[in-house]
T-cell receptor, first 110, second 114 residues
Framework: GQQLNQSPQSMFIQEGEDVSMNCTSS?????WLWYKQDPGEGPVLLIA?????ELTSNGRLTAQFGITRKDSFLNISASIPSDVGIYFC??????????FGKGTTLSVSS | DAGVIQSPRHEVTEMGQEVTLRCKPI?????LFWYRQTMMRGLELLIY????????DSGMPEDRFSAKMPNASFSTLKIQPSEPRDSAVYFC???FGQGSSPLHFGNGTRLTVT
């Protein structure tokens, strides 16, 4: 089946640093979504991307839908302790359910 | 908006017992999804429904797993008999539309089978 390769698997950074993570696929997707999961909770949507090349921001978060439609990245600027959690990319093709990457676990030390 | 509601939050049971997980989707959403999350495999799609009808159950691990959606506001995921390898967090999610429509997740049921 289709797979999303998300990297890195984990990150340990200092408060104030910028963060970058990405997702790639061997298939073309027409939607990319980024979710964050806090401990003991379900994933929550951060950013949705619907068009190749689209660049969208949500506060300190910025995500882009790759031109090839096979990748996406998420950047977090000036990280803070509450950014800690697991970040998931998810993609879909027309008429199919979302497929999730395995997640990037972010740790922020103050 | 109460969000997607799952129950119970935690379930501990012995191998061989029947387990039933419950989900109430967001009112008005026409798609409902069941996911399983483990460290090894991440978030796996088990089954999803559209307007209460199962559309794709290819992710259901084996015949011990079954899911129903008797009406637009309720779904169950049943495991009978349960095994220790079924231990995971099970999430229900709903959306209005599919694919490009964002999923709204519940807070999950953490299942432990001893």
């Amino acid at each position: 089946g289709q797979q999303l390769n998300q990297s890195p698997q984990s990150m340990f950074i200092q408060e104030g640093e910028d963060v970058s993570m990405n997702c790639t696929s061997s298939s073309i997707f027409n939607t990319w979504l980024w979710y964050k999961q806090d401990p003991g909770e379900g994933p929550v949507l951060l950013i949705a991307l619907y068009k190749a090349g689209e660049l969208t921001s949500n506060g300190r978060l910025t995500a882009q839908f790759g031109i090839t439609r096979k990748d996406s990245f998420l950047n977090i600027s000036a990280s803070i302790p509450s950014d800690v959690g697991i970040y998931f990319c998810a993609g879909s093709q027309a008429g199919t359910a979302l497929i999730f990457g395995k997640g990037t676990t972010l740790s922020v030390s103050s | 908006d109460a969000g997607v509601i799952q129950s119970p939050r935690h379930e501990v049971t012995e191998m061989g017992q029947e387990v039933t997980l419950r989900c109430k989707p967001i009112s008005g959403h026409d798609y409902l999804f069941w996911y399983r999350q483990t460290m090894m495999r991440g978030l796996e799609l088990l089954i999803y429904f559209n307007n209460n009808v199962p559309i794709d159950d290819s992710g259901m691990p084996e015949d011990r797993f079954s899911a129903k959606m008797p009406n637009a506001s309720f779904s169950t995921l049943k495991i009978q008999p349960s095994e220790p390898r079924d231990s995971a967090v099970y999430f229900c999610a709903s959306s209005f539309g599919q694919g490009s429509s964002p999923l709204h997740f519940g807070n999950g049921t953490r299942l432990t089978v001893t």
